[in-house]
């Protein structure tokens, strides 16, 4: 089982997630990133779980899973999956992770 780790960016999108959800419900926000949190833990067993970034025309080494509406952008490394970015499905992503 690799070990989970978020850049930087990646944990800025998560305060971002939980303060928009948290402006309708505190508890909705923290239920959500729990799930989210849960479906993240499964690329620990499972690194090949989403698509080839260049699926989606995304010119990085990376891979994208879909959780609900959004996008986590992910690198399989040797001893980890480090998450990159967490970005909304309606996001220019391609801009933002040039």
Known sequence: ???????NSAEFDLEDIADFISKDSQSRAL???DKMQNS???LANNPKL????NNKNV????????????LIFYRVLQD???IIRILH??????????
Request: glycine content about 2%; hydrophobic content about 45%.
């Open 1 to 7: 089982m690799l070990e989970v780790r978020f850049t």
């Open 31 to 33: 239920k959500y990133l």
């Open 40 to 42: 993240i833990e499964l």
């Open 50 to 53: 989403g698509i080839s970034c």
């Open 59 to 70: 010119d990085l080494d990376c891979r994208i899973f879909i959780f609900e509406d959004y």
């Open 80 to 82: 980890s999956i480090l």
């Open 89 to 98: 499905s309606s996001t220019n992503y391609k801009k933002i992770l040039v």
